[in-house]
């Protein structure tokens, strides 16, 4: 579960953020987003369609813009330049979680070894909490979107986000020695330390952190009301970490890039002033 602590502290960040920004007279908007989150970790295999698929889950966040086109101040338009009509500042808290199984060619029925057993035993989960920001450019002019001069404006984005993570993972593997006990590496597939667990880094670790990530996406919104929108955001996010699943095995062919993860989220947007 998320620390009480870690959360009610980027929450205050984000209202202290949010409030600061509130001083410099742009118009504000705030909503809501949630979706299904697919995470590409050390879980199955690369490039695997059914890994892909089947380790997904699902996220939730509350978002906060900076429209520089409208000043709120004056009840105004701002001065026009491209600046101003083609870029938001986007604030965001959000939470993913995945549950992670190993999928794919080496768990499948037919292999029958004691490591095929072990990955079926071991699972895991990823739960993340983010908080950051990304500047978001409308190709379209958004003084003409909120005017209703056309439905739909589409964007691309880029960010960073600070990253607070806490794994689970769990065996249930029934071998020699210790079933059950996630710090037996006996009970974890054999060729992630060579058999030989003094000689490499121990491949599982749940004691969390937190680590930076890039954030990209690229979007829509539809144009609901003069003062609501609805939004379609595609997001892809790079962790600077191998730990934010819990695994960090070193087997080169399977494990070549840190965890990321792509969300499909839908929003709602809501204008305060």
């Known amino acids: 579960m ?3 602590k870690q959360l009610t502290l980027a929450i205050l960040i984000f209202l202290s953020a949010s409030t600061a920004y509130s001083q410099l007279g742009f118009s504000h908007e705030i909503g809501i ?15 695997d369609y059914e890994t892909n698929a089947g380790n997904s889950g699902i996220g939730i966040g509350l978002v906060h813009y900076i429209n520089f086109a409208y000043q709120a101040d004056c009840n105004c338009y701002t001065t026009d330049n491209y600046f101003n009509d083609h870029f938001k500042l986007r604030s965001e808290i959000s939470w993913n979680k995945t549950k992670l199984d190993h999928l794919g060619q080496f768990v499948d029925p037919s ?19 983010d908080i950051g920001m990304q500047l978001e450019y409308f190709p379209l002019s958004i003084r003409s979107f909120q005017a209703f001069g056309y439905k739909f404006a589409p964007f691309i984005s880029l960010g960073a986000h600070y990253v607070s993570f806490n794994p689970k993972v769990s065996t249930s593997y029934l071998g020699e020695g210790d079933p059950g006990n996630i710090n037996n590496l006996n009970n974890f597939y054999n060729p992630w330390y060579v058999n030989d667990p003094t ?6 670790d749940v004691s969390g952190g937190s680590t930076w990530s890039i954030v990209s996406s690229i979007g829509v919104r539809y144009k609901l ?49």
């Open 111 to 129: 292999q029958t070894s004691a490591d095929a057993d072990r990955l079926r035993a071991h699972s895991g989960e990823a739960n993340n909490l």
């Open 199 to 204: 000689n490499l880094p121990v491949p599982i």
């Open 33 to 47: 987003i949630t979706g299904p989150v697919a995470f590409k970790s050390d879980y199955g295999e690369r490039f």
């Open 225 to 273: 009301t003069v003062v609501s929108d609805l939004m379609l955001d595609l997001r892809g996010q790079y962790y600077f970490s191998d730990w934010v699943d819990g695994l960090n095995h070193k087997l080169e062919d399977y494990n070549k890039y840190n965890d990321w993860l792509v969300w499909l989220n839908v929003g709602y947007i809501y204008y305060l002033d």
């Open 2 to 4: 998320l620390n009480p």
